[in-house]
């Protein structure tokens, strides 16, 4: 596995995230921030979505930047002629294939599908821009259907196809499986885009990696910063990249500012995550049916046995807080995830005494990446139960003290024995420590 170029979505799938309001300005910074780190492509919401999402695409794309400007828009006339006049390099356009959105989303059938899809990328190409066709839902769709759509549009001379796993239901295997099929069908790129409601999105992007980007031919992988997007999101721009550190870091390192990928997702957590009072969401949601629906709070919402098979019945927007509280009465804003892959505020902490001991001799015994490629470092934990005397040897160093390995071994039971008792914080750990070297120092005079 080797090349891959990477689809960044922040700012359209990510816009779709609960929380997301990104105004102009914060979008033109977060534009620049992933152009700095090195992405391939930058995706816009569609210019058709409002106004002003119209104007920040064009303003993005008087950036100037050196990744290639993308907007992701319906495959449909109407908006790919808005979206060539906006400046961007190329379009994104999609359509659901699956019974379940053909039939509950635009009814439309293959004929018509393919068809458009022909039309579309026809004008998009005619005005010399790069044009990727994607099949929403496409793990549920009709193989056959999927392969004809994909091979008459590559036919026409497209620029990528994509797949993509709208709900989240693909496995790694099945990943491999239709991505290996697709290579043998189309001549054209392959991207593809993988939700995370059961966790396999950066599996899934790797597998297709694993599968696409045989024979010199590249894979586009979409990501998110934070894997924000609908519902939980998507592949995670830092999880990919720890991925695709272990699995080749000389073209990782060689492609992208990894010592940048932090400030970028802090960027993003803080920007414009602003939650809307309740009731204004409620507002927003609309039913699609006219008229704004009554929704009502009701706690057997909570309640998982109890089936909800009525539309009307649903909730449409609503967010609790771990006590239950609706989400205009906590702070719903989006924090980095304790286990987030190199950043999350423990990722490069060790704790365990044998962990700590070996780290101490040679950090690449439990540390597959290494902190200082992203500009960060590791910790040694030793203020636990669970540490060991070459960890407190260590702190012990660090703190500018003196003792024999049979002193720190001693003083080690002195930390352990009180972080048997309660939580230790560094200060309780040193203090430990410090007086335990005075009683030292006093017993000599
Ligand atoms: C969505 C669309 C999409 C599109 C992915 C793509 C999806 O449902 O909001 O263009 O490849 O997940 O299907 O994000
Ligand atoms: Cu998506």
Same mark, same amino acid.
């Given at each position: 596995?080797?090349?891959?170029?990477?689809?960044?979505?922040?700012?359209?799938?990510?816009?779709?995230?609960?929380?997301?309001?990104?105004?102009?300005?914060?979008?033109?910074?977060?534009?620049?921030?992933?152009?700095?780190?090195?992405?391939?492509?930058?995706?816009?919401?569609?210019?058709?979505?409002?106004?002003?999402?119209?104007?920040?695409?064009?303003?993005?794309?008087?950036?100037?930047?050196?990744?290639?400007?993308?907007?992701?828009?319906?495959?449909?006339?109407?908006?790919?002629?808005?979206?060539?006049?906006?400046?961007?390099?190329?379009?994104?356009?999609?359509?659901?294939?699956?019974?379940?959105?053909?039939?509950?989303?635009?009814?439309?059938?293959?004929?018509?599908?393919?068809?458009?899809?022909?039309?579309?990328?026809?004008?998009?190409?005619?005005?010399?821009?790069?044009?990727?066709?994607?099949?929403?839902?496409?793990?549920?769709?009709?193989?056959?259907?999927?392969?004809?759509?994909?091979?008459?549009?590559?036919?026409?001379?497209?620029?990528?196809?994509?797949?993509?796993?709208?709900?989240?239901?693909?496995?790694?295997?099945?990943?491999?499986?239709?991505?290996?099929?697709? =290579?043998?069908? &189309?001549?054209?790129?392959?991207?593809? *885009?993988?939700?995370? +409601?059961?966790?396999?999105? !950066? $599996?899934? @992007?790797?597998?297709?990696?694993?599968?696409?980007?045989?024979?010199?031919?590249?894979?586009?992988?979409?990501?998110?910063?934070?894997?924000?997007?609908?519902?939980?999101?998507?592949?995670?721009?830092?999880?990919?990249?720890?991925?695709?550190?272990?699995?080749? =870091?000389?073209? &990782?390192?060689?492609?992208?500012?990894? *010592?940048?990928?932090? +400030?970028?997702?802090?960027? !993003? $957590?803080? @920007?414009?995550?602003?939650?809307?009072?309740?009731?204004?969401?409620?507002?927003?949601?609309?039913?699609?049916?006219?008229?704004?629906?009554?929704?009502?709070?009701?706690?057997?919402?909570?309640?998982?046995?109890?089936?909800?098979?009525?539309?009307?019945?649903?909730?449409?927007?609503?967010?609790?807080?771990?006590?239950?509280?609706?989400?205009?009465?906590?702070?719903?804003?989006?924090?980095?995830?304790?286990?987030?892959?190199?950043?999350?505020?423990?990722?490069?902490?060790?704790?365990?005494?044998?962990?700590?001991?070996?780290?101490?001799?040679?950090?690449?015994?439990?540390?597959?990446?290494?902190?200082?490629?992203?500009?960060?470092?590791?910790?040694?934990?030793?203020?636990?139960?669970?540490?060991?005397?070459?960890?407190?040897?260590?702190?012990?160093?660090?703190?500018?003290?003196?003792?024999?390995?049979?002193?720190?071994?001693?003083?080690?039971?002195?930390?352990?024995?009180?972080?048997?008792?309660?939580?230790?914080?560094?200060?309780?750990?040193?203090?430990?420590?410090?007086?335990?070297?005075?009683?030292?120092?006093?017993?000599?005079?």
């Amino acid at each position: 596995v080797s090349r891959f170029k990477i689809i960044e979505s922040t700012l359209r799938e990510g816009e779709q995230f609960a929380n997301a309001f990104f105004d102009t300005e914060t979008k033109i910074q977060i534009a620049k921030a992933l152009d700095d780190f090195g992405v391939d492509y930058i995706e816009l919401t569609s210019p058709a979505a409002s106004e002003q999402s119209r104007k920040d695409c064009e303003a993005i794309c008087k950036l100037g930047l050196k990744a290639k400007i993308l907007t992701h828009v319906r495959c449909h006339m109407d908006d790919a002629r808005m979206a060539v006049e906006t400046g961007v390099d190329g379009l994104d356009v999609v359509i659901g294939t699956s019974s379940y959105l053909r039939e509950h989303s635009h009814g439309k059938d293959m004929t018509y599908i393919i068809n458009t899809a022909i039309e579309v990328i026809e004008f998009v190409k005619s005005k010399g821009l790069e044009i990727r066709f994607s099949s929403e839902d496409s793990f549920r769709s009709n193989l056959v259907d999927l392969l004809s759509v994909y091979s008459a549009v590559d036919k026409v001379g497209v620029t990528r196809v994509g797949i993509a796993d709208t709900v989240g239901c693909a496995s790694p295997r099945q990943v491999y499986d239709l991505v290996r099929t697709l =290579r043998g069908v &189309v001549n054209c790129d392959i991207e593809t *885009h993988f939700h995370d +409601d059961t966790s396999c999105a !950066v $599996a899934n @992007a790797y597998c297709a990696l694993e599968a696409g980007a045989t024979h010199g031919m590249s894979l586009g992988l979409d990501t998110s910063v934070l894997g924000i997007g609908e519902r939980n999101g998507i592949t995670t721009l830092g999880g990919l990249m720890a991925r695709m550190m272990v699995a080749d =870091r000389d073209y &990782v390192m060689s492609k992208y500012k990894l *010592h940048k990928l932090k +400030d970028l997702e802090n960027l !993003v $957590a803080d @920007a414009g995550m602003s939650p809307l009072p309740l009731s204004s969401a409620l507002v927003l949601a609309g039913t699609g049916r006219g008229g704004i629906l009554q929704a009502t709070l009701r706690p057997t919402i909570l309640n998982p046995s109890i089936p909800q098979t009525d539309p009307s019945s649903f909730p449409l927007f609503y967010h609790v807080d771990q006590f239950g509280k609706p989400a205009n009465e906590c702070a719903v804003q989006i924090n980095i995830p304790f286990n987030n892959p190199i950043t999350g505020f423990c990722a490069f902490t060790h704790k365990a005494g044998i962990h700590a001991k070996a780290i101490l001799n040679n950090p690449t015994t439990y540390e597959i990446l290494k902190p200082e490629d992203y500009g960060l470092s590791r910790y040694v934990h030793f203020a636990s139960r669970l540490t060991g005397w070459n960890a407190i040897k260590s702190r012990v160093e660090q703190l500018g003290l003196t003792m024999t390995d049979a002193q720190v071994k001693l003083c080690t039971q002195k930390v352990k024995a009180m972080a048997d008792v309660r939580p230790l914080a560094i200060d309780d750990a040193d203090s430990v420590i410090r007086t335990f070297h005075l009683n030292l120092t006093a017993d000599h005079e």
